[in-house]
């Protein structure tokens, strides 16, 4: 048969006898189309192709003819039958034995805990999104009576965005990828390494790298903000280099050289946006309808009416001014006011466009060019750019806030700001607002495919359930407070739950007390499926110390990670090629994504799918579990709008509605226009949400951890840190095992630094060098250039090299290689809105390993080797300083 795969259907057998499936990989979050050929005749599984309908490409985690996928699915090191626990934990012994046996084990051992400790005992540890299955352990936990303790890198990654992008707009428009790049005149690149991050064949790159093509009014500009001259930096128009974690107080100049110029979209922000409503200065909180009129509502709120020269209340519940129908409007933008209140009194009120120009006022381009490196000019051209080149978007990368500890929820909220002021959202070539369902459908027989957030049963939990979740009073937007708050008007305007799977996310930091502490309460079990909590949870030692005083570790895994090597069970799991796909992205998409199973799974694997319905089996779940395969879940979710499974897996993707721009300005049905998903239903340039929440919602930038904020700790950290930059075929802590070919790519952790700094430092191209935080130190080799701002360095996170030992002390190199040893996971210096830590602007020190001056073994005493005790080796290895295990 010829190469090319177009229009061939699912289930083809070829003249050579060989089976294409329409699969959909998940080695990224691309899910990119792929044909799995497994052979008739022996069932096992020889090429994969790209789907040519879609224009895949095979990437280079896959290989030429997928061979590196194909060996990562039959590596002689991957885990194919459950292992059980037959030492002491740490010690790498165990036991084979059934998996049926298995999980009869775990269910009695995690039914012991929760007779003790209640089902709040558990908690599940993630990775990011690894598969479909989210809901399945939402499913489970939520008809546990867990409150839905869940640790995850959604923390530090897009998720705590996407609740904040909620309360500001009711859809995720924090986008990885540009939704219409065709239709965009600026691509705002913050902190983005889309050249690498998936892979440099991914789609992501193709269309960042080729927009120069795809855009029919021209080359799209592209404005690139990262500190290193990565491949985009290349190729942008503009290139801002700033300091790491600064971004934000630039993303605040950028407002306010906006609001000076007068370039900001001002029909939209008047009749779209919240920025018309009061604002009382006396108690810093939006007026509402009730502080006014002793019959109005909280609810709503206020505008001042020019026409009418006087206050005006705006209906939330019907997204309009309340006055008659067809009387006209004249809501202010900007003023102040003295209003009379309800009790008699009175207050001044600005409007809230007003609120944040006063905010911003401190934010000049002068000050932030000072504070981030990045020369004034460069700053307001950015912004110039930004304001009046669009249709505009900025796509979602790290360097964009995540990880920015407690700068990150204020850059957040700072660039929906943004594009809320400019008029960027739901508009062709700015940011997407999708439709997970037609309003006007609410309360009516749905006729779309069953969303994850369906699955999830989350209406199962009672507040006195969710009182026990772990930090719900204080990171409180991505706590049930946060979350049932959005909830309310997500449900009001599609008659749809939000989905729980990673809009809800306890502090690691919180969890990891919980387990070592016993306080708020015993946390005793964790099932760690998908995710190596050893390489990308801040503050390793802690994770590991918490891991060892679990009474159960159970983790789902393709290999013996540092993690699974603590493990009491370590349960095989099924890779992408070997499970079916059905998934609404986490409900981010307004569209489902279907593939089939390439090839049946090896050995013992089992989808986490499987896991977590034959667990809850095993619990007492049986009647909430009906659906046995997973090919019977995808045709229960596409069964609603009458959908065959070989017809979806032949399309792929399935769009129960045509794409539509500029949808909030619509007309419904029982005549309201449509607006956002939000309290006021209007895009909230101000979040009443996080108001609500007792958050002050408007952006502040704080100083990270730099020579400008600490001085005192920069004479002995000099070096401005930061932990980041993907490298594919790497992904995460995955693709190191020797033998599937993706480690030669990238044989060792290779941390980035300026060649003066290098020179001074005496370090050399390739020299192994401590990098060392007061959290910690790890071991990296240097790669110097000029690519990166003197006083900066770069390591990557997530490194272990799995061809080392896994018992302790070895533990595979985690404590070693993980850039995590550095980072501090300290609560206090979290982001108190979302629990988002510091990954990006800390400071270190750098220094090369081996220092002819060092004098290490000098410095031990010749009585020491008189052969009685190993002291020599202690006191060798404590002056290398090697990590001890037993401190
Ligand atoms: N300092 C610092 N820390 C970071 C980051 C950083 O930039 N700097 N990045 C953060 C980010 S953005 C993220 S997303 C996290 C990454 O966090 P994770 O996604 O948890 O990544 P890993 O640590 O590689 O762990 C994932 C594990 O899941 C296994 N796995 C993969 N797919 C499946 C599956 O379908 N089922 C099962 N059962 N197992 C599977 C893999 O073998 C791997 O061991 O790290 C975060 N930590
Ligand atoms: N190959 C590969 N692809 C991946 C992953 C992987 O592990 N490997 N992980 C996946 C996941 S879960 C995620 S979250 C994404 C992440 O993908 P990206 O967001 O691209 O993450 P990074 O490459 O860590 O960082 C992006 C850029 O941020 C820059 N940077 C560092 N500090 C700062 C800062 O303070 N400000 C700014 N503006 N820039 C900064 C770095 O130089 C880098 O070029 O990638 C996904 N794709
Ligand atoms: S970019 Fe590569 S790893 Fe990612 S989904 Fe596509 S083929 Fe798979
Ligand atoms: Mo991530």
Same mark, same amino acid.
């Given at each position: 048969m010829s190469e090319s795969m177009v229009g061939v259907p699912n289930n083809h057998v070829d003249e050579n006898g060989i089976r294409w499936r329409r699969t959909r990989c998940h080695m990224c979050h691309m899910n990119c189309g792929i044909f799995a050929g497994v052979d008739t005749a022996t069932g096992r599984l020889v090429e994969l192709r790209p789907n040519d309908d879609e224009g895949a490409v095979l990437c280079n985690r896959l290989g030429e003819r997928g061979q590196r996928a194909i060996k990562f699915h039959y590596h002689p090191k991957r885990i194919n039958h459950p292992l059980k626990r037959a030492g002491e934990r740490g010690e790498d012994k165990w036991e084979q034995i059934s998996y049926d046996q298995a999980i009869k084990e775990i269910s009695e051992k995690l039914q012991g805990l929760i007779d003790k400790y209640g089902p709040e005992t558990l908690v599940s540890s993630e990775g990011t999104y690894r598969s479909d299955h989210l809901w399945a352990r939402s499913r489970f936990t939520n008809l546990l009576g867990n409150p839905g303790n869940v640790v995850d890198p959604g923390t530090i990654c897009w998720c705590w965005n996407y609740s904040l992008n909620m309360a500001m707009v009711g859809w995720p428009v924090e986008s990885m990828m540009p939704a219409s790049p065709q239709q965009s005149n600026t691509i705002v690149n913050w902190g983005k390494r889309c050249s690498e991050s998936y892979a440099p064949e991914a789609p992501l790159w193709r269309v960042i790298k080729g927009r120069t093509t795809v855009n029919e009014n021209g080359p799209a500009q592209m404005i690139v903000v990262d500190p290193v001259c990565i491949p985009e930096s290349g190729q942008a128009d503009q290139w801002l280099q700033p300091y790491p974690n600064t971004d934000c107080i630039i993303c605040l100049a950028w407002i306010n050289y906006i609001v000076e110029h007068e370039l900001y979209n001002e029909d939209f922000l008047?009749?779209?946006?919240?920025?018309?409503?009061?604002?009382?200065?006396?108690?810093?909180?939006?007026?509402?309808?009730?502080?006014?009129?002793?019959?109005?509502?909280?609810?709503?709120?206020?505008?001042?009416?020019?026409?009418?020269?006087?206050?005006?209340?705006?209906?939330?519940? @019907?997204?309009?001014?309340?006055?008659?129908?067809?009387?006209?409007?004249?809501?202010?933008?900007?003023?102040?006011?003295?209003?009379?209140?309800?009790?008699?009194?009175?207050?001044?009120?600005? !409007?809230?466009?007003?609120?944040?120009?006063?905010?911003?006022?401190?934010? !000049?381009? @002068?000050?932030?060019?000072?504070?981030?490196?990045?020369?004034?000019?460069?700053?307001?051209?950015?912004?110039?750019?930004?304001?009046?080149?669009?249709?505009?978007?900025?796509?979602?990368?790290?360097?964009?806030?995540?990880?920015?500890?407690?700068?990150?929820?204020?850059?957040?909220?700072?660039?929906?700001?943004?594009?809320?002021? !400019?008029?960027?959202?739901?508009?062709?070539?700015?940011?997407?607002?999708?439709?997970?369902?037609?309003?006007?459908?609410?309360?009516?027989?749905?006729?779309?495919?069953?969303?994850?957030?369906?699955?999830?049963?989350?209406?199962?939990?009672?507040? @006195?359930?969710?009182?026990?979740?772990?930090?719900?009073? #204080?990171?409180?937007?991505?706590?049930w407070p946060g979350f049932k708050k959005i909830d309310k008007c997500y449900r009001k305007m599609f008659g749809l739950p939000r989905p729980m799977l990673h809009q809800m996310l306890c502090s690691p930091s919180l969890v990891l007390d919980a387990i070592i502490d016993k306080k708020p309460y015993p946390i005793t079990a964790m099932i760690a499926w998908s995710s190596n909590p050893l390489a990308w949870m801040p503050n390793t030692k802690k994770v590991y110390k918490a891991l060892k005083s679990l009474e159960l570790l159970v983790v789902c895994e393709y290999w013996k990670t540092p993690t699974a090597a603590l493990a009491d069970y370590i349960m095989p799991a099924c890779d992408w090629m070997e499970r079916p796909m059905c998934t609404t992205s986490e409900d981010s998409m307004d569209f489902i994504t279907v593939g089939d199973r390439g090839v049946e799974p090896y050995a013992e694997r089992h989808m986490d799918y499987d896991f977590f319905r034959s667990l809850g089996c095993a619990m007492g779940q049986q009647e909430q579990w009906p659906w046995e395969t997973y090919e019977d879940v995808i045709q229960y979710r596409i069964?609603?709008?009458? $959908?065959?499974?070989?017809?979806?897996?032949?399309?792929? !993707?399935?769009?129960?509605?045509?794409?539509?721009?500029?949808?909030?300005?619509?007309?419904?049905?029982?005549?309201?226009?449509?607006?956002?998903?939000?309290?006021?239903?209007?895009?909230?340039?101000?979040?009443?949400?996080?108001?609500?929440?007792?958050?002050?919602?408007?952006?502040?930038?704080?100083?990270?951890?730099?020579?400008?904020?600490?001085?005192?700790?920069?004479?002995?950290?000099?070096? #401005?840190?930061?932990?980041?930059?993907?490298?594919?075929?790497?992904?995460?802590?995955?693709?190191?095992?020797?033998?599937?070919?993706?480690?030669?790519?990238?044989?060792?952790?290779?941390?980035?630094?300026?060649?003066?700094?290098?020179?001074?430092?005496?370090?050399?191209?390739?020299?192994?060098?401590?990098?060392?935080?007061?959290?910690?130190?790890?071991?990296?080799?240097?790669? $110097?250039?000029?690519?990166?701002? @003197?006083?900066?360095?770069?390591?990557?996170?997530?490194?272990?090299?799995p061809e080392l030992p896994a018992e302790e002390p070895w533990s595979q190199g985690v404590f070693e290689a993980a850039a995590n040893v550095l980072i501090d996971d300290d609560p206090d210096k979290a982001d108190q809105m979302t629990a988002t830590w510091n990954c990006r602007g800390l400071l270190c020190k750098v220094y090369p390993c081996i220092d002819p001056s060092d004098g290490a073994d000098d410095s031990i005493p010749a009585a020491l080797y008189d052969g009685t005790h190993g002291t020599v080796w202690d006191k060798a290895a404590e002056n290398l300083g090697f990590w001890e295990l037993k401190k």
């Open positions: 008047k009749h779209w946006s919240n920025a018309v409503f009061l604002f009382r200065t006396d108690t810093n909180k939006l007026l509402r309808a009730s502080d006014i009129d002793a019959d109005g509502r909280f609810e709503d709120f206020v505008a001042w009416d020019a026409k009418r020269d006087g206050v005006l209340a705006w209906c939330s519940d @019907e997204n309009r001014y309340c006055t008659e129908e067809g009387v006209e409007v004249d809501a202010q933008l900007s003023g102040t006011y003295r209003v009379k209140l309800a009790d008699g009194g009175e207050a001044e009120c600005i !409007t809230v466009f007003d609120a944040i120009v006063r905010r911003v006022a401190e934010y !000049t381009p @002068e000050r932030a060019s000072k504070v981030s490196g990045v020369p004034k000019r460069k700053i307001e051209e950015a912004a110039k750019l930004y304001a009046t080149n669009g249709p505009a978007c900025i796509i979602w990368g790290l360097g964009g806030g995540d990880q920015h500890g407690n700068n990150a929820a204020s850059f957040g909220i700072a660039k929906t700001i943004l594009r809320i002021m !400019t008029g960027n959202i739901d508009n062709p070539g700015g940011e997407f607002v999708g439709q997970p369902a037609d309003p006007n459908s609410v309360g009516k027989e749905k006729d779309f495919p069953v969303r994850d957030a369906e699955m999830e049963l989350s209406e199962l939990q009672d507040p @006195e359930n969710q009182a026990k979740y772990i930090g719900n009073d #204080r990171f409180r937007v991505m706590a069964d609603r709008c009458g $959908l065959k499974y070989e017809d979806v897996v032949n399309a792929g !993707t399935y769009f129960p509605y045509p794409t539509e721009y500029y949808k909030y300005a619509r007309r419904l049905e029982n005549g309201q226009i449509q607006g956002f998903a939000t309290p006021s239903r209007k895009a909230e340039v101000y979040a009443s949400v996080l108001e609500e929440l007792d958050y002050d919602p408007l952006p502040v930038y704080r100083e990270p951890e730099s020579p400008l904020g600490n001085p005192e700790m920069a004479k002995e950290y000099p070096l #401005r840190l930061t932990t980041a930059g993907r490298i594919s075929p790497l992904y995460h802590s995955e693709m190191r095992t020797p033998g599937h070919g993706t480690r030669t790519v990238a044989p060792y952790p290779m941390t980035w630094m300026h060649f003066n700094d290098a020179r001074a430092l005496h370090i050399k191209e390739g020299d192994w060098v401590w990098i060392e935080t007061p959290m910690g130190r790890i071991r990296q080799k240097a790669h $110097l250039g000029w690519d990166i701002p @003197e006083g900066v360095v770069q390591v990557p996170p997530s490194w272990w090299y």
